[in-house]
């Protein structure tokens, strides 16, 4: 990467500069760095003859600024001049005509659709010109670490864009000066510009002053005097109108509405604050609401296979009723979800489930599956509360309702989520979700089917449907009739993933070191089913290697983990909300994976460890009687299992490193507050005690766990975690 010092003229001392002397130096400044000037604008706004027109514009001001103030311009204020002219001029820009000669610009190129103003600037400045770090950071008004912090999200961009093509340091920036072009302007151009600027702002100006006359300045005076007469009256009427409202007898107040309100619609330029706003405030843009949802789940990296599809209908009248709906696409809805009067009630008879509870009014309360509720509340998305940006793509219509497409990026510059926003109230029409290593692989989509506003009352169906889930006994889709017919929606039934072409593996080939991937059937019945979830044939794939094919857990409720020798997979089922949980703990050994053990059948594991010898496992288990439901301590190998301490609940399981003690977060007696237990699994003890923390929070590092250098706490693991495709 090129750091070459670049020549400048800031002549910031010029005080008593003669005026030939000044606008001399402010010339030179012009032709020196025409082209530099010209590639910032092309940079922002893409299209040569505007940034032309934006250079010449920047030509015109520094000399009027020269003769205005008998000093030169510095440097820096110049380029700031270039960006300022620049900017009105990116939305006349039509779309970039300019074609890539070969397929490293091709793929660069390509990468650079998404970036921002700062993003596109820094690249054109750093790679294109040779700029420095602190001169690109001077002119983003930015530290310069961020600006290498930035670079090197470049390189980890380009890198992807790449793929398998040679591209080098040198490459990079050949191609981005190919991108980002120069004018190539003569002398005899800027000169012949200067010029008609010199004659467009007479010398004189520069002894202009403003001077406001005295009749001007007495009649502004005079207006402003009125207008704080009248302000004063407008407030004392107003104050008179307040203590005759406070006055007045209840019964003949208005009753308290939700006060709906009227935005501007978002456009293809609006800002990402802007965006951030609207999803923010959505929820004072509408009443009510019937929406129905369907979403293709992918599955996550390392699932090769079909997706499975749920659908999600709702019902929702602000600020405290609602009736939910959730199932598979291709069968009746499994449960139902209502909150009305401070009183939420939950069925789902797969799960045997029935649920009453008070609570107030919120979207958690509202709406229970979180997909949907970061659709219908997108400002308690996970775009919301994380770091990020939102950047708008493009424009859309969905149920011919206009939208403005944007993308959401984390911290890192990894684009995570792309997003279909209702320009008026805001509600999210369409999400996709991206994930993997490079956040290229499309992890689900959901896509609004129907949508009405205004809905005063819930659809009769509904209702109907709701009695219906209600009344129907687990596992018996008849006794459910069929009212919510499946609607077709073509863009959700995407296509499949393809797992990759494979071979058998060698005699002798070790998998311990070797990252998986899981192929299951090709097709909507194997993955779309109710039952049996922990049984779904699947091949397992070692770096290519096809291992052998086996029994499997769905991707989309499974548990797993894998032991610390890399070669056994423990794993069992839970349910994602329309299937039935199977919780025998199962392993299998990568070495021979076509032989399933299950060493304690009957056994409810609910979540489990890894001990460090690969054998024993640390689970929690829950049984009818609360004095034998808590952490046992399983052998794998001899199916023998042991009771280490009665808990009420239990997860986060982390061994430390010396395999003698257990932390977790859970409760000793049913109802007690979470905290965090560190228990001696040889005497079932407790030796540590304190409150619970978030995922994200740093442990006390006065805790023991602090020094075991394990993440705590931790998530179960699932299809990613006996991949070894997870994040440590």
């Not at 920047?58 to 311009?73: D, F, G, K, N």
């Not at 398998?164 to 980002?180: M, T, V």
């Not at 794939?541 to 056994?568: H, K, Q, V």
């Not at 042991?642 to 808990?647: D, G, K």
Request: hydrophobic share 40%; proline share 7%; glycine share 4%.
């Amino acid at each position: 990467m090129s750091d070459k010092p670049r020549q400048s003229v800031d002549p910031d001392n010029s005080e008593a500069m003669p005026e030939t002397q000044f606008l001399a130096a402010a010339e030179l400044l012009l032709r020196e760095h025409a082209s530099e000037l010209f590639t910032i604008g092309y940079a922002i706004i893409d299209n040569r003859n505007l940034a032309l027109q934006a250079l010449q514009s920047t030509i015109e001001r520094t000399i009027q600024r020269a003769l205005q103030t008998r000093a030169a311009p510095s440097l820096p204020w110049i380029y700031q001049r270039i960006i300022k002219d620049s900017r009105p001029l990116k939305r006349l820009a039509p779309i970039n005509e300019l074609k890539p000669s070969n397929e490293v610009d091709s793929r660069l190129w390509r990468s650079l659709v998404s970036y921002d103003e700062r993003e596109r600037l820094l690249c054109a400045t750093f790679y294109a010109l040779g700029w420095s770090a602190e001169d690109c950071a001077r002119l983003l008004k930015v530290n310069a670490s961020a600006v290498r912090t930035q670079l090197s999200i470049f390189e980890r961009q380009f890198r992807t864009a790449f793929g398998d093509l040679p591209a080098d340091r040198e490459g990079i920036e050949a191609s981005l000066r190919r991108r980002f072009e120069t004018a190539n302007l003569t002398a005899a151009e800027v000169s012949e510009w200067i010029d008609r600027a010199r004659q467009a702002a007479p010398q004189t100006a520069a002894a202009r002053t403003e001077r406001i006359s005295l009749p001007i300045l007495f009649a502004i005076l005079s207006v402003l005097l009125v207008i704080l007469c009248l302000s004063s009256s407008l407030l004392l009427f107003g104050a008179d109108l307040l203590r005759r409202f406070q006055a007045a007898p209840a019964a003949t107040r208005p009753a308290p509405l939700v006060q709906i309100r009227r935005a501007v619609p978002l456009f293809w330029f609006s800002k990402p604050e802007e965006i951030s706003l609207r999803l923010h405030e959505s929820d004072q843009l509408w009443r009510t609401l019937w929406i129905d949802v369907q979403t293709s789940n992918y599955g996550p990296a390392g699932y090769f296979g079909a997706p499975r599809i749920y659908r999600s209908q709702a019902w929702i009248s602000l600020p405290d009723q609602s009736i939910e709906l959730f199932g598979l696409h291709s069968q009746p809805p499994s449960s139902v979800h209502t909150f009305s009067e401070d009183r939420i009630t939950y069925s789902n008879p797969f799960l045997n489930l029935t649920l009453a509870s008070e609570d107030s009014p919120s979207p958690s309360t509202l709406i229970r599956n979180e997909n949907l509720r970061q659709m219908v509340f997108p400002g308690e998305s996970p775009w919301m509360l994380r770091k990020g940006a939102f950047r708008a793509y493009d424009t859309s219509q969905i149920l011919n309702i206009s939208t403005l497409i944007v993308d959401w990026f984390n911290e890192f510059g990894q684009r995570e989520a792309r997003l279909w926003i209702d320009s008026r109230t805001g509600l999210i029409l369409r999400s996709q979700i991206f994930g993997g290593a490079d956040f290229s692989l499309l992890i689900s989509d959901s896509i609004v089917i129907e949508i009405q506003y205004d809905q005063n009352f819930p659809p009769a169906h509904l209702s109907t449907e709701m009695r219906n889930v209600g009344a129907s006994p687990p596992n018996n889709p008849a006794a459910s009739n069929r009212v919510i017919e499946p609607t077709p929606t073509p863009v959700l039934t995407a296509s499949i993933r393809q797992a990759p072409r494979t071979e058998p593996a060698p005699p002798g080939f070790d998998p311990a070191s070797s990252q998986l991937v899981f192929q299951f059937p090709n097709n909507l019945d194997a993955t779309n089913i109710q039952a049996d979830t922990a049984r779904v044939p699947a091949v397992i794939i070692a770096d290519g290697y096809r291992l052998a094919e086996t029994t499997f857990g769905l991707p989309w409720m499974l548990r797993c983990e894998r032991s610390p020798n890399r070669y056994l997979l423990a794993f069992n089922t839970g349910s994602d909300g329309t299937s039935i949980p199977d919780a025998n703990l199962r392993w299998l050994d990568l070495r021979d994976p076509s032989r399933i053990y299950v060493p304690v059948p009957g056994l409810n594991v609910q979540s489990f460890a890894f001990a460090s010898d690969s054998r024993r496992v640390a689970a929690f288990v829950t049984t009818s009687d609360e004095n034998t439901t808590g952490i046992y301590l399983i052998d794998l190998i001899l199916g023998e299992y042991q009771l280490v301490i009665p808990l009420a609940e239990a997860g986060s399981l982390v061994w430390s490193p010396d395999g003698e003690s257990l932390a977790l977060v859970g409760t000793v007696e049913r109802g007690d507050p979470l905290e965090t237990l560190v228990v001696h699994v040889r005497t079932g003890q407790i030796s540590f005690r304190a409150g619970s923390v978030g995922m994200s929070e740093p442990l006390p590092q006065d805790w023991l766990i602090a020094n075991w250098g394990v993440k705590f706490p931790r998530q179960m693991g699932g299809l990613e975690e006996c991949a070894g495709l997870s994040t440590p």
